[in-house]
């Protein structure tokens, strides 16, 4: 399905749309580079009274690519998801994000807390709270748009998922691994470029003081070889007041990518609590 948005066209894979609202919907956010195919994997496999909505986010997939960037910011992110939400009668769901899309997700969840009856965070962070690592997460961000902008989109793809972070995918069948390099490539490059730019860590709201805010329940999950998110969700839980962490041994950062039948586990007991 496609939904329009001023002049920007928003592609959302429901699997139902005929119980679109005798169902409990499930906004699936995917993370940087990713697209709504990444969540297919789970369509048969929940509740029947969960109806997954995948979302291209904007810049990715079959979703409209902007040329403003502040069609990427994190402010026009939420209002986008809100919109979409809106579009299709959607007043109140579950959200769950991976990375990027968890930090979307997390964001929306803050602003729009009565449309959120639960949410999912794989892999999240709430934000940089130092003033410093900010900026200098910015200037990071910046420049690696620079270079997807300079590099193009296939080489740039291979310098990303070569990262330390990612190491870990290369666990998953090598054939599998082909198929999602392949996928991550038919991205637009300033689709990624404006996206990893006006929607770095470091420019999003520093939201660690917020999280008590959040009464719904929340379902954190992290890999136990990706130490960095798995001690930021650590953290996390301390300040989210109906939280639980779990960590997944032997998945780094793409927990579902790499743990698919552990983290269909991991959300089915999650959702047959709604």
């Known amino acids: 399905m496609i ?22 919907p499930l906004i699936l956010l995917h993370g940087f580079t990713g697209n709504s195919e990444d969540w297919s994997f789970l369509n048969n496999s929940l509740p029947p009274h969960i109806n997954p909505i995948a979302i291209d986010l904007i810049g990715h997939g079959k979703t409209s690519v902007s040329r403003n960037e502040n069609d990427y910011t994190e402010e026009a992110i939420v209002d986008f ?12 769901s579950i959200i769950c994000g991976y990375s990027m899309g968890g930090r979307a997700a997390l964001s929306f969840s803050l602003v729009h807390p ?7 965070l794989e892999s999240t962070t709430a934000g940089i709270e130092s003033e410093s690592e900010r900026r200098e997460r910015a200037l990071s961000d910046e420049s690696v748009a620079e270079q997807i902008s300079i590099n193009g ?3 740039f793809i291979e310098e990303w998922y070569s990262r330390e972070m990612f190491k870990s995918l290369s666990n998953i069948p090598r054939e599998d691994y082909i198929q999602f390099i392949k996928k991550r490539k038919e991205n637009n490059t300033l689709g990624l ?13 520093n939201h660690w003081p917020d999280l008590e805010q959040l ?20 953290k996390m839980i301390n300040s989210l007041p109906n939280s639980e962490h779990i960590v997944i041994d032997n998945a780094g950062h793409n927990v579902h990518l790499e743990k698919p039948e552990e983290f ?5 007991r999650f959702l047959r609590t709604f």
């Open 81 to 92: 998801i809100n919109q979409i939400l809106k579009s299709l009668k959607i007043h109140e």
């Open 153 to 155: 989109t296939d080489k």
């Open 3 to 24: 939904i329009k948005i001023n002049e920007l066209q928003f592609n959302v894979v429901i699997k139902n749309e005929e119980k679109l609202h005798s169902s409990l």
């Open 193 to 205: 470029a404006y996206m990893i730019k006006n929607f770095s860590p470091g420019l999003m709201k």
């Open 215 to 234: 009464k719904s329940n929340i379902l954190l999950i992290s890999g136990s070889l990706d130490k960095k998110f798995t001690n930021i969700n650590r």
């Open 114 to 120: 009565q449309s959120v009856k639960g949410l999912i």
């Open 264 to 268: 269909i586990i991991l959300l089915n």
